[in-house]
Nanobody, 116 residues
Framework: QVQLVESGGGLVQTGGSLRLSCAAS????????MSWYRQAPGKERELVAS????????NYADSVKGRFTISRDNAKNTVDLQMNSLKPEDTAVYYC?????????WGQGTQVTVSS
């Protein structure tokens, strides 16, 4: 059974930091592209960051460049998102996604709230 379980969300003040983690099981973790998405109330889900299977290629949304860092540990089957200099507009539910060809898996999401 494929599972993606996010953790690390919470409430933080503007300028603070959080580290999200996604633990994967049930598939060969080293193969999929892993991504973090977020969805704020009333808005569409958007890509935050993605990382290739080897970790050699990373992409970020313009809104988080220089503040967020995505990383993965294929030995531990985890992908993390380090979020620094958080802003109120970063408030959203953050989701982990695994993509391998046409196969996609999503986690259940973790809430991040940034207070002003």
């Amino acid at each position: 059974q494929v599972q993606l379980v996010e953790s690390g969300g919470g409430l933080v003040q503007t300028g603070g930091s959080l580290r999200l983690s996604c633990a994967a099981s049930g598939f060969i973790f080293s193969r999929p592209v892993m991504s973090w998405y977020r969805q704020a109330p009333g808005k569409e889900r958007e890509l935050v960051a993605s990382i290739s299977s080897t970790g050699g290629t990373k992409n970020y949304a313009d809104s988080v460049k220089g503040r967020f860092t995505i990383s993965r540990d294929n030995a531990k089957n985890t992908v993390d998102l380090q979020m620094n200099s958080l802003k109120p507009e970063d408030t959203a539910v953050y989701y982990c996604k695994a993509t391998r060809g046409v196969t996609i898996y999503w986690g259940q999401g973790t809430q991040v709230t940034v207070s002003s």
